[in-house]
């Protein structure tokens, strides 16, 4: 396996003291196979911001390389760097940047900052090469991109900016991906773009979650899983196989490594993991 690729993880910030010690030992379970970082969301709007220092807190404390979330919507230009100011005093390096949604019901618009790109042009201002900026890729369209060309225009705009590296909405589907390289290279960016790995254990939240966000299921997919209804076990089997052959898939096609949605579970990361032989 290529050494020089990156392999990372992302966790979400718990909202309960079980919660935190759950993830807690799936921290230490996965940090045994030496990710590159491990990042860990923020809720837009700043909703889950004091859990989300919490768990980034507990994971500088560690020693563990950490990328932090942050969401520029309902977000001022002050409160940004006051964020941004507080993780360089902690030593963090990685920042993933995003545009992030407003929480729902919230009917927060905007704020100071519409765009990620805003939001890296910012870092830059501030920080200089300080840190290494990530950005979110959808292979397969932002939900709310009025066509795949105007994405990807927006995608070219948060690299401009100033990001170094970007992470990709999870897929299912190889060729979005490497389509969607090409596009890239075609427009003169170069910049590494890892695709983002989402295991499959629960079909239902899977399908609702991937609905939302704009996600597709590739419909030979989506019947086998409805096939095993509440079979728990067969659906497992079946996901690892198909994330599995999804990531040789995507090495062997170049993708510069791969970062785990780990949705704060171990087992079927690792899973994974161990059946590429990472």
């Known amino acids: 396996m290529n050494t020089e690729k990156t392999f990372s993880f ?28 491990f990042s860990c969301t923020y809720g ?11 768990t980034v807190d ?25 964020i941004l100011d507080r993780y360089r005093r902690q ?9 992030g949604d407003p929480p729902s019901g919230t009917g927060l618009a905007g704020g100071e900052m519409r765009h990620a790109s805003e939001l890296v042009q910012l ?22 991109a009025p066509n795949f060309f105007a994405d990807l225009d927006h995608f070219k705009e948060k690299m401009a900016a100033g990001a170094n590296s970007a992470i990709t909405q999870y897929f299912y589907n190889v060729d979005a991906y490497t389509h969607f390289i090409d ?10 773009v890892v695709p983002g790995i989402m295991p499959i254990t629960n079909y239902g939240n899977l399908a609702r ?33 198909v994330v599995t052959e999804l990531c040789e898939k995507l090495l062997a096609a170049g993708a510069p490594g791969l970062h785990f949605y780990t949705m704060n579970q171990a087992d079927p990361t690792l899973s994974i993991w161990d059946r590429l032989g990472l």
């Open 10 to 37: 992302e966790l979400f910030p718990p909202k309960t003291e079980k919660g935190m010690a759950n993830l807690q030992e799936t921290v230490r379970r996965l940090n045994e196979r030496r990710p590159a970082f």
């Open 44 to 54: 837009a709007g700043g909703s889950t911001r004091d859990r989300t220092f919490a």
């Open 58 to 82: 507990w994971l500088v404390s560690q020693g563990i390389e950490t990328a932090p979330h942050l969401t520029c919507i309902g977000l001022s230009v002050a409160e940004a760097l006051q």
């Open 91 to 99: 030593g963090i390096r990685r920042i993933v940047a995003l545009r």
């Open 123 to 144: 870092i830059r201002e501030h920080h200089g090469d300080h840190f290494h900026i990530e950005v979110a890729a959808y292979p397969e369209m932002h939900p709310q």
């Open 183 to 192: 596009q890239c290279l075609a427009r003169g960016m170069e910049a590494p």
């Open 209 to 241: 979650f991937s609905d939302a966000c704009g996600a597709e299921i590739p419909r030979w997919i989506r019947k086998r899983l409805e096939s095993y209804a509440d079979d728990v076990e067969s659906i497992r089997a079946f996901g690892l196989d």
